[in-house]
């Protein structure tokens, strides 16, 4: 028996040691629901299953870019255009001036975006939501508010013409929606919120694009580097009834510029190496182009990690 318990104690030491050496780190993403978030947690596991690095979600209400910048998060994520506007101290950023921590790992699958309505709605198009009552304010998201005005701004209209309900963020005005207190809704094409709607209300729909190139040219001005996409039905993807033209943007993975170098080459490789296992924990993974990983964000310096890594598979940018 003391030979018994003897071997359990050096058993569970040897696995307490290897707990203990593993490096974890922190990916913050937007709250619980969100695509962001989904995405996020499908990263982490990926990392922590096929990787020495054990990576953990952080769900909060506001950017990450604060805690990477502070030092507080190892990584974040968040679209490629409001990056550059935190790193550079412009548009939401006014006045905050440059933010010279964070650094890119890569460039990882695209947003895709819409604003729906409820099935049985009468509205059919974004120049209907005029008048409407539409999600604003978004004091711990400012970034959504822009998209949304880009929706608006590809049909002609601005947050002026319509009836703004104030919201902190992104998952609250999905629950304004689910509640009544407006008439659209904003989110990631595939997300587990946009599911969740869709169950509660009886269905959804989305409000396609207008693909003109004065349309275009409209919503690019308020959303620099989007553009129109064609999303396909599928089955579980709340809104789509036939191929729809939505705005797309890329979806960029951060870090402070202190993070150790073989830390960040590590979580690059793994997840260039393991788009499957991604795909399996969330499908929107589908569309992710591991090649693609090393695509510039403006304004975003590489963390010296991850361009090694870029370098040896021969895919760093010139």
């Given at each position: 028996?003391?030979?018994?318990?003897?071997?359990?104690?050096?058993?569970?030491?040897?696995?307490?040691?290897?707990?203990?050496?593993?490096?974890?780190?922190?990916?913050?993403t937007t709250p619980t629901g969100s695509y962001t978030n989904s995405a996020g947690?499908?990263?982490?596991?990926?990392?922590?299953?096929?990787?020495?690095?054990?990576?953990?979600?952080?769900?909060?209400?506001?950017?990450?870019?604060?805690?990477?910048?502070?030092?507080?998060?190892?990584?974040?994520?968040?679209?490629?255009?409001?990056?550059?506007?935190?790193?550079?101290?412009?548009?939401?950023?006014?006045?905050?001036?440059?933010?010279?921590?964070?650094?890119?790992?890569?460039?990882?699958?695209?947003?895709?975006?819409?604003?729906?309505?409820?099935?049985?709605?009468?509205?059919?198009?974004?120049?209907?939501?005029?008048?409407?009552?539409?999600?604003?304010?978004?004091?711990?998201?400012?970034?959504?508010?822009?998209?949304?005005a880009a929706h608006l701004a590809n049909a002609g209209l601005s947050y002026d013409?319509?009836?703004?309900?104030?919201?902190?963020?992104?998952?609250?005005?999905?629950?304004?929606?689910?509640?009544?207190?407006?008439?659209?809704?904003?989110?990631?094409?595939?997300?587990?919120?946009?599911?969740?709607?869709?169950?509660?209300?009886?269905?959804?729909?989305?409000?396609?694009i207008n693909d003109s190139p004065a349309a275009v040219a409209r919503m690019e001005?308020?959303?620099?580097?989007?553009?129109?996409?064609?999303?396909?039905?599928?089955?579980?993807?709340?809104?789509?009834?036939?191929?729809?033209?939505?705005?797309?943007?890329?979806?960029?993975?951060?870090?402070?510029?202190?993070?150790?170098?073989?830390?960040?080459?590590?979580?690059?490789?793994?997840?260039?190496?393991?788009?499957?296992?991604?795909?399996?924990?969330?499908?929107?993974?589908?569309?992710?182009?591991?090649?693609?990983?090393?695509?510039?964000?403006?304004?975003?310096?590489?963390?010296?990690?991850?361009?090694?890594?870029?370098?040896?598979?021969?895919?760093?940018?010139?």
């Amino acid at each position: 028996m003391k030979v018994f318990r003897t071997a359990i104690f050096c058993l569970a030491a040897v696995m307490m040691a290897g707990t203990a050496s593993a490096q974890v780190v922190s990916i913050v993403t937007t709250p619980t629901g969100s695509y962001t978030n989904s995405a996020g947690a499908a990263m982490a596991k990926v990392i922590s299953d096929k990787s020495k690095i054990h990576a953990v979600v952080q769900a909060q209400a506001q950017s990450g870019f604060y805690a990477v910048q502070a030092g507080t998060a190892e990584f974040g994520m968040s679209n490629a255009f409001d990056v550059g506007f935190y790193v550079t101290g412009t548009a939401e950023y006014k006045g905050k001036g440059p933010q010279k921590n964070v650094r890119e790992v890569a460039a990882m699958l695209p947003y895709r975006v819409a604003m729906f309505v409820r099935k049985d709605s009468p509205i059919k198009s974004l120049a209907d939501l005029k008048g409407k009552r539409l999600s604003a304010g978004f004091s711990s998201q400012k970034t959504i508010g822009r998209i949304i005005a880009a929706h608006l701004a590809n049909a002609g209209l601005s947050y002026d013409d319509v009836q703004k309900v104030l919201t902190p963020n992104v998952k609250r005005g999905a629950d304004d929606f689910i509640a009544g207190k407006t008439d659209a809704l904003f989110f990631a094409v595939g997300s587990a919120a946009v599911k969740r709607a869709a169950a509660t209300v009886g269905g959804l729909r989305v409000l396609p694009i207008n693909d003109s190139p004065a349309a275009v040219a409209r919503m690019e001005k308020v959303l620099p580097g989007s553009y129109v996409t064609v999303v396909k039905p599928r089955p579980g993807l709340a809104g789509i009834t036939k191929p729809t033209n939505v705005i797309a943007f890329d979806m960029a993975l951060f870090t402070n510029k202190n993070v150790p170098d073989d830390v960040v080459y590590t979580v690059a490789k793994t997840l260039h190496d393991n788009k499957k296992a991604l795909v399996g924990i969330f499908k929107p993974f589908v569309l992710f182009r591991p090649d693609h990983m090393s695509v510039v964000v403006k304004h975003l310096p590489f963390h010296p990690g991850a361009l090694k890594y870029y370098k040896e598979i021969g895919i760093a940018p010139k």
